[in-house]
T-cell receptor
Framework: DAGITQSPRYKITETGRQVTLMCHQT?????MFWYRQDLGHGLRLIYY???????DKGEVPDGYVVSRSKTENFPLTLESATRSQTSVYFC??????????????FGDGTRLSIL | AQKITQTQPGMFVQEKEAVTLDCTYD???????LFWYKQPSSGEMIFLIY??????QNATEGRYSLNFQKARKSANLVISASQLGDSAMYFC???????????????FGTGTRLLVSP
């Protein structure tokens, strides 16, 4: 089925470990985004990508790395996880639009706990 | 300064009544867009409605409407005839810039939790 899928849905890891969150979309959307959701902060943008091999930092990029070798995939890596990165992570995508009204479509989220 | 402000952490409404969720925004860009998303307890983010800064009329989508007051920089979501399934977290978000490239860098508010009672 078409859509945007994130994996894993839940992940528990330890501080200092590397962890990669996967995001895959089947719409061939150009734009993809990673957000984190924390109580009291809403959603904050970590990284975004306008196309394959084009990525840029969002509001809270420190401690995260992204890549986009293929249009449909946009993995997010925590190179050395810290407790402050415990959060719910959302991937989103949006297509090209002429009216600016293209909504971002979100995956179901990954709940990440770092002990 | 907060770009998007949602001052109501929680709201209660009885089934079948209307409810307004507040959202104010701050931007100096004449071209922008405002989005509302719903997040039920299951966690997914569901797009509800969009309002462009140059749109002449308030946006409507079924039971959802957007009360857009440009001079006051407010974009309140109105849900008519509330249903139990409307209980969720609601987020207001803003895109700055014309968006005609399709790029939608959004800034989100902190959300309002709506509880609909029977």
């Amino acid at each position: 089925d078409a859509g945007i899928t994130q994996s894993p849905r839940y992940k528990i890891t330890e501080t200092g470990r590397q962890v990669t969150l996967m995001c895959h979309q089947t719409w061939s959307h150009s734009y993809m985004f990673w957000y984190r959701q924390d109580l009291g902060h809403g959603l904050r943008l970590i990284y975004y990508s306008a196309a394959a091999d084009i990525t840029d930092k969002g509001e809270v990029p420190d401690g995260y790395v992204v890549s986009r070798s293929k249009t449909e995939n946009f993995p997010l890596t925590l190179e050395s996880a810290t407790r402050s990165q415990t959060s719910v992570y959302f991937c989103a995508s949006s297509g090209l639009g002429t009216g600016g009204n293209q909504p971002q479509h979100f995956g179901d989220g990954t709940r990440l706990s770092i002990l | 300064a907060q770009k998007i402000t949602q001052t109501q952490p929680g709201m209660f409404v009885q089934e079948k009544e209307a409810v307004t969720l507040d959202c104010t925004y701050d931007t100096s860009d004449p071209s922008y867009g405002l989005f509302w998303y719903k997040q039920p307890s299951s966690g997914e983010m569901i797009f509800l409605i969009y309002q462009g800064s140059y749109d002449q009329q308030n946006a409507t989508e079924g039971r959802y409407s957007l009360n857009f007051q440009k001079a006051r920089k407010s974009a309140n979501l109105v849900i008519s005839a509330s249903q139990l399934g409307d209980s969720a977290m609601y987020f207001c978000a803003m895109r700055e810039g014309p968006g005609n490239t399709g790029f939608q860098k959004l800034v989100f508010g902190t959300g309002t939790r709506l509880l609909v009672s029977p």
